[in-house]
């Protein structure tokens, strides 16, 4: 079983950045991919964005776009969402997953909330 916890969720501005970090633990990765997904309230869940485990592969959803990064470090086990540029649309509890690609992913995080204010 792998835990994810996800951090830096919080309250910003339209036009603010916020960096969200996902540390997973319990059994090795392997080489696995990870990525968010967000969901706002009164909408399905979505994709947002996805690293593979090398990080040379990367996907967003065209909604975020040039202003959304995401990356991997520490042995691959931490993966970071950097949001730029951010706009009420953004506004979601944003949750990591690992173990899978585009719309199936294995495991999931508890979820932090992000809430931009306009």
């Known amino acids: 079983q792998v835990q994810l916890v996800e951090s830096g969720g919080g309250l910003v501005q339209a036009g603010g950045s916020l960096r969200l970090s996902c540390t997973a633990s319990?059994?090795?990765?392997?080489?696995?991919?990870m990525g968010w997904f967000r969901q706002a309230p009164g909408k399905e869940r979505e994709f947002v964005a996805a690293i593979s485990w090398s990080g040379i592969s990367t996907a967003y959803a065209d909604s975020v776009k040039g202003r959304f990064t995401i990356s991997r470090i520490n042995a691959k086990t931490t993966v970071h969402l950097q949001m730029n540029s951010l706009i009420s649309e953004d506004t979601a509890v944003y949750y990591c997953v690992v173990d899978g690609w585009g719309d199936t992913w294995n495991s999931w995080g508890q979820g932090t909330q992000v809430t931009v204010s306009s």
């Open positions: 319990g059994r090795p990765l392997g080489n696995k991919a």
